[in-house]
Structures are given as structure tokens and as C-alpha cells.
């Protein structure tokens, strides 16, 4: 028989692991991610100077842009290199790449997820489109964010006469992932947790390599009543780590919300939202997406096509899908990004990037921090900071239809209703539509090229993707053309016919 689970203090689980390993971290935002386990080996590491020279990876952001999550792991000497899908919420992180202190990469989420899969089956790597004609692609920087970052992880090759992206595989030495309960022979089942994630590819690639595995729980039970229950078997578990319960948060914005493991036709209470820009582009968003679809939407801006569809009662009209593995339900907000209320099903996140990239996704509401006149977007880096990519690319580039959603301008915009429309009463400091990228993380003319429809909404504008760039499609009445939006480009749009928005976006209370 084989023995009993071990079960030891977080500090003894983090003494095992040795320098220079590969460590892989699961998670999403808070949902899902050990924060007893990085937490305590940033106190280990402080107190002892080990491991030292570990490389990061991890395929979705976790962190609070303060202080929990991998901002624990942000210390020169801990880390020698990071592979991150999304760095904007571990800003810590992100510092030490501008600081040119530890080598840095920006993989797509959904790549990574993948690749966990091909490093645990011992397999080259990741064959894919995804990424192409983005900063990602080697012709451009390879996803390399700073100077110290040589390596190239990501090369083109051809198959069947057809580009692709081969993401190489390496070694995974160590992972630190997390479940609900762990029975006596460290068997690990999820229940109360608001997602899967990637624990069983983390845990089977460090098992496989001759690694080790670190799990944290909530608590210790007998038995795992239904073994189908069970995501990672205890035969791939090295450590068990039992909570303090202080770092057991189900998501780094609540404690526990039961409504994110619960299934039924309950639905949240979500307060009407005041009338905002933000108000005005979920509302026109939401105009777009049919009845029957699936639909994914991003973090930030387009989190309020839920709210504006909970308020006009249209969230039984389509299927509202997250990266994270959610299918149906309502996505949560903020820090409990990643979960949904209610949920028709959780899958695990490898598993809903392949749908996604497969192009099952009917429509994706993304945000946008610039655009350009090809309809080319960038969301990772602003303002001197990386953000990363997420899951962005993958859903991007395999959507059937794109909406992106952004304000006109950013830095201070302010607008108000008026009885023909909408007032600017005053103007955003910073262009988003712009003549150059910093980076390409959507790539416009590919887009036209594999057939997809892409919008542009804004509280003031709606451009359409055509094959002579941006094209102005729609304008807010009330506004002048000229002095709101054309002289507010850095570029003059493709086509100038615009029809007007419709009213009701602009309306303080719908009838």
C-alpha cells in the first residue's frame, strides 16, 4: 500500500525546494492560488537567502497590484528569470523586468496552459497560430520585455506550407498549486474553490521531471467520497500543506462566495450602475452580441456589458463564458474576476482555451489601451509599466467577432447626458487612438484576413475594421465631429460616414 499523505508546515514543504529550479504557479488573480505557500517562501528566502536564481511560470496574473500573489516572489536573487501570461497585477513583478533585474517574458495565457500539458507529456512544445504578427512573434521581440532577456522561447516554423509559432517546452521542477481538501493519501478535490485552472497539468510536468509537488488545502478529510471528484491524485503529491486559513481566501476580493460553486437560477445582485462612459460603451456593446451566442468577456471595461445586460434583462439571452473555465453564470467583478455566480459548469482552463482557439467562441468584449489606424490594438504596455497579454491573443485571434471597448480618450475624461445626446465636459488628457503601438497584441489586417468582424466602441464613436483601416461607423449625437472626435486622432479614419449612435446608450434611465 502506498504510504499516507505527507503533511508538513508550509515552511518545511518551501526548504524543499533548491535553487535554480523551474517553478510553476497556479491561480488565477486570487481564485486558486497558494498564497500560503509563495508567501512563506518570500519570508524563507528573506531570512535564509534560499532558493536562489528560480525561474517563475505562471499562465494567468495572481495578485492584488500590491502586495499578495507572486508580488511575494518579487525579490532580486529569488528569481532569475519569469514567464508570465499577465504581469499587471503583480506590479512588483513587473518592476524588476523594468529595472532589467531578472529576465522576463509575456506569453499568451492560453499557450502556457498548453504548455504545461506538453512539458508533462515530455512533448517539443506548442505548435500554434497564436501569437503570430504580435510582439510575440520573433519578428518582432519574441515576447521579450527588457534587455537581460536573450533567450529565444518562441520560433516560427512551417507545416503544410502554413506559418506557425513553436512555444519550446523545458523543465518544471517544482509546483505549488492548491485544492479544497486533501484526503490521507493526499488525493485533492476542489469543491470550494471558484475554479480548476491548470493544477493537474502543473502537478503531472513537475511529477515528470523528477520534481516536486506542493499542494496547500483548506483542510484534511478521510476520504474523497467520489474519485471523479478528485484533480490531482495524491500519487503525484510530494507535500501537503493545511492553511492557516488566513491565506485560504477563495478569491483575493472575498472570503468565500458560495454562489461560485453553486449551480441553479439564482443570480447575484448587481446594482444599476450610474451613467458613465463606461455605462454608455456596455450598453452599445451589448447591442452587439445576439441571442443563443458565446460570448467571452475580458477584464475591466467590458465587465460592465454584464451589469448593463443584468439591468435590461438580457443575461438569459446568451452564455457568458471566462478563460478561467467558467461556462455560463455571471462573471464576477474586480479581484473575484475569474469566478462566475452560478455557473452552468467549470472546466478546467486548458481545456476552455481549447475552445477558444478552436474559434468557439461566437463573440468576445475586450478592452483596448490604444489602437492604431490598421485597427491594431495594444493592451500590455502603457505608461512605462508592463501590463502582459492574459488570455487576450487566444481569444482575439480565434473570436468569430471582436468588440473592443474603450474610452475616446483616457486622464480625466468626464461626460454627461444632454437632451440630443452627449456632452464631453472634459476632455481625456491622452490619445488612444494613435499612430504608433508600443506593441501589437492584436493584429488588424491578420484579423481581416481570417475572415473576423471587428468594432471599435467608444462613448463618443464606433469605428469598423474594413480593408482600408479604421472606418468611422457610428457617432454619439450631440457631439462635434470635428472638435470631439477627428481632431482627437492621431490618425484621420478610413471612411467618414458616420450614422448616428443609438439614443437610448445615452440615456440616464431606460425606459
Not at 102 to 124: D, H
Not at 219 to 227: E, F, I, S, T
Not at 414 to 422: A, D, T
Amino acid at each position: 500500500m502506498r504510504a499516507k499523505a505527507r503533511v508538513v508546515a508550509a515552511e518545511e514543504a518551501i526548504a524543499a525546494i533548491p535553487s535554480g529550479a523551474t517553478v510553476a504557479v497556479s491561480g488565477f488573480i486570487g481564485a486558486g492560488h497558494p498564497e500560503q505557500l509563495t508567501s512563506t517562501l518570500e519570508r524563507h528566502f528573506l531570512r535564509t537567502s534560499s532558493p536562489r536564481d528560480l525561474t517563475l511560470v505562471y499562465a494567468a496574473g495572481q495578485g492584488d497590484r500590491g502586495e499578495r500573489g507572486l508580488n511575494h516572489l518579487a525579490h532580486s536573487g529569488l528569481l532569475k528569470r519569469v514567464i508570465g501570461g499577465h504581469w499587471n497585477l503583480a506590479p512588483k513583478l513587473g518592476q524588476l523586468a523594468l529595472e532589467n533585474l531578472i529576465e522576463a517574458y509575456n506569453l499568451p495565457q492560453g499557450v502556457l496552459c498548453a504548455l504545461f500539458r506538453e512539458i508533462a507529456a515530455k512533448r517539443p512544445g506548442v505548435i500554434t497560430k497564436v501569437g503570430l504578427h504580435t510582439f510575440i512573434d520573433p519578428r518582432q521581440c519574441g515576447g521579450r520585455l527588457n534587455d537581460r532577456t536573450t533567450e529565444p522561447l518562441v520560433g516560427r516554423i512551417q507545416l503544410d506550407g502554413e506559418e506557425w509559432l513553436r512555444y519550446k517546452a523545458f523543465p518544471i521542477h517544482v509546483a505549488l498549486i492548491r485544492a479544497t481538501s486533501a484526503d490521507g493519501l493526499g488525493n485533492l478535490s476542489m469543491e470550494r474553490e471558484g475554479l480548476i485552472g491548470d493544477v493537474l497539468p502543473i502537478a503531472q510536468a513537475a511529477r515528470n521531471h523528477g520534481g516536486i509537488v506542493i499542494a496547500q488545502v483548506e483542510r484534511l478529510v478521510n476520504h474523497v467520497a467520489d474519485p471523479k471528484s478528485v484533480r490531482v491524485p495524491g500519487a503525484l503529491v510530494d507535500f501537503v500543506v493545511v492553511s492557516d486559513g488566513d491565506h485560504h481566501d477563495q478569491t483575493f476580493g472575498e472570503r468565500f462566495n458560495g454562489a461560485y460553486v453553486g449551480s441553479g437560477d439564482g443570480s447575484p445582485s448587481i446594482p444599476p450602475l450610474p451613467f458613465s462612459e463606461r455605462k454608455i460603451i456596455g450598453r452599445r456593446a451589448l447591442m452587439e452580441i445576439a441571442s443563443g451566442e458565446m460570448v467571452n468577456l475580458g477584464i475591466g471595461l467590458p465587465e460592465t456589458v454584464a451589469a448593463v445586460a443584468a439591468e435590461t434583462d438580457r443575461l438569459n439571452d446568451f452564455t457568458l463564458t471566462l478563460e478561467s473555465g467558467p461556462i455560463g453564470g455571471i462573471p464576477a467583478f474586480g479581484l473575484s474576476f475569474g469566478c462566475s455566480h452560478f455557473p452552468e459548469a467549470v472546466v478546467d482552463q486548458p481545456a476552455q482555451f481549447d475552445f477558444y482557439d478552436g474559434g468557439g467562441v461566437d463573440i468576445a468584449i475586450l478592452g483596448a489601451a490604444q489602437v492604431d489606424a490598421q485597427g491594431s490594438v495594444n493592451v500590455s504596455t502603457v505608461g512605462g509599466r508592463f501590463a502582459g497579454v492574459g488570455g487576450f491573443v487566444n481569444i482575439a485571434q480565434s473570436a468569430r467577432k471582436l468588440v473592443f471597448c474603450c474610452t475616446f480618450r483616457a486622464g480625466g475624461l468626464r461626460v454627461g447626458p444632454k437632451p440630443e445626446g452627449l456632452e464631453i465636459i472634459q476632455e481625456g488628457a491622452h490619445a488612444k487612438f494613435v499612430r504608433h503601438l508600443p506593441q501589437i497584441c492584436f493584429h488588424g489586417p491578420s484579423a481581416l484576413a481570417r475572415g473576423q468582424q471587428v468594432l471599435f466602441v467608444t462613448e463618443r464613436a464606433v469605428f469598423t475594421l474594413t480593408t482600408g483601416g479604421l472606418s468611422l461607423l457610428e457617432a454619439a449625437p450631440g457631439v462635434d465631429l470635428q472638435r470631439h472626435v477627428l481632431d482627437q486622432m492621431e490618425f484621420a479614419p478610413a471612411s467618414l460616414h458616420p450614422a448616428p449612435m443609438p439614443r437610448e446608450c445615452f440615456l440616464q434611465n431606460l425606459p
